[in-house]
């Protein structure tokens, strides 16, 4: 009976470590196929009230898993152009979302730019994929423009380069994507807002936190050192504004924040506990930051990506069927946002970076030990159940 348990059991870790090797070792299908098909899930799951139940998480869940919608949709299209006019539909679909009432409830509509930079930046770069698409009509550029004025006006009336999100509280990494958003209507629409973008990189250079050398996490009401969650997502969108101190930016993160079992919340050698931004960490890992470093290091040309990547489908337990694609069983929708919208992260207007040096096969290695460990140990077991029994002899003693 043991045997035949043994057996199952080892048939099971065979299957298991088999899959496992798959996704760590051949080659990957193009992104968009799954994307469009976690798009699909999404969809399925925001009408379904999934962005409503996100907002029960954290204080942006409504708007986030609406925008990253839009913004995946739009990724997909300026890759698969045969697609632009289906990603253009699906974005204005959620611009829609994120401007409706509901999408606006959590902000301050006295801050300036309106509702906080937080939810103007994120708006106006989704405005900016649309244009990007080559799909936008002349009110909607109209809009991009007088919205882009007004977070513009907003940064030269400012003392600090990073504008609030909330009365009384500011991150770094907000504004960073409000300013990415003036420099895609530059390249996109007209170059106005060159100087202020210029102005805005260097009023930051002279902000960094002292010990990375990187943006702090947090500057009102007091300044916080560097951060993995927010870090993250500044090295997504630092290179649509100066591609230059975005790869010296990015260098410093990877360093200071990247290891062995993902990405630490905090710097190496740096202690510190999960919160509301973070999640949740595991060893000082954020599972929410090692995803959207995933998007940052593909904007990068970083071999880190596609470890990243492979080892979400190893411990993501993804599921694909005929129509969609979801990770932890759809268990968390908003999960599935940050992982599509970073695995198929593209510059909407900024050149592709040089490949980034460095990326070894060889940490695939502790994973492929971890996968076939139990099969080799089921093995040894079932090898020794199969041994027949030793006989004993009996030995006299002479008289």
């Known amino acids: 009976m043991w045997r035949r348990i043994l057996i199952g059991l080892a048939v099971i870790a065979v299957l298991v470590a088999g899959v496992g090797t798959a996704r760590l070792v051949l080659p990957r299908s193009d992104p968009a196929k799954g994307a469009v098909k976690q ?27 609406n925008v990253l919608y839009g913004l995946t949709w739009v990724q997909v299209g300026l890759d698969h152009p045969e697609r632009a006019s289906e990603a253009a539909r699906q974005a204005r679909w959620a611009l829609d979302r994120v401007r409706s009432p509901d999408g606006t409830a959590p902000f301050d509509p006295t801050l300036k730019p ?35 004025a007004e977070i513009a006006a907003a940064f030269r009336t400012s003392k600090s380069p990073f504008l609030a999100a909330y009365p009384g509280q500011a991150w770094p990494v907000d504004s960073t994507v409000a300013m990415a958003s003036l420099s895609l209507y530059d390249k996109l629409v007209a170059p106005r807002f060159v100087r202020t973008t210029a102005g805005w990189i260097t009023a930051v250079k002279g902000e960094l936190d002292p010990a990375t050398g990187l943006l702090p996490h947090q500057v009102t009401p007091a300044t916080t050192g560097a951060r993995a969650t927010s870090q993250s997502m500044i090295q997504r969108f630092l290179v649509e504004i100066d591609p230059a101190f975005a790869r010296s930016q990015y260098q410093l ?29 595991v060893f000082g890992v954020s599972l929410s930051a090692t995803a959207v470093t995933m998007g940052a290091a593909r904007i990068q040309q970083d071999p880190l990506a596609d470890r990243l990547a492979r080892e979400g489908d190893l411990l993501g337990v993804p599921i694909s069927g005929w129509k969609t ?21 593209r510059p909407f207007a900024a050149d592709r970076q040089p490949e980034f040096a460095g990326g070894s096969p060889w940490w695939r290695v502790p994973w492929l030990v971890v996968l076939w460990l139990p099969v080799l140990v089921l093995l040894g077991a079932i090898r020794l159940t199969s041994r027949p029994p030793q006989k004993t002899r009996r030995r006299t003693r002479a008289h």
């Open 39 to 65: 798009l699909a899930f999404l969809r399925e799951e925001i009408e379904g009230g999934a962005d409503h139940e996100a907002q029960q998480l954290f204080p942006e869940g409504y708007f986030f898993l």
């Open 114 to 148: 309106r509702y906080g930079v937080f939810h103007a930046g994120w708006t106006n770069w989704l405005r900016g994929g649309l244009v990007a698409l080559q799909q936008s009509d002349a009110r909607e550029i109209d809009e991009y423009t007088s919205a882009s």
């Open 253 to 281: 993160f990877r360093d200071a924040f990247v290891g062995g079992l993902g990405v630490l919340e905090y710097p190496k050698g740096v202690a510190g506990s999960g919160d509301v931004d973070s999640g949740p960490l």
């Open 325 to 345: 694609k979801r990770y932890a069983f759809g268990l968390l929708p908003i999960g599935d946002a940050f992982v599509v919208w970073s695995g198929t992260a």
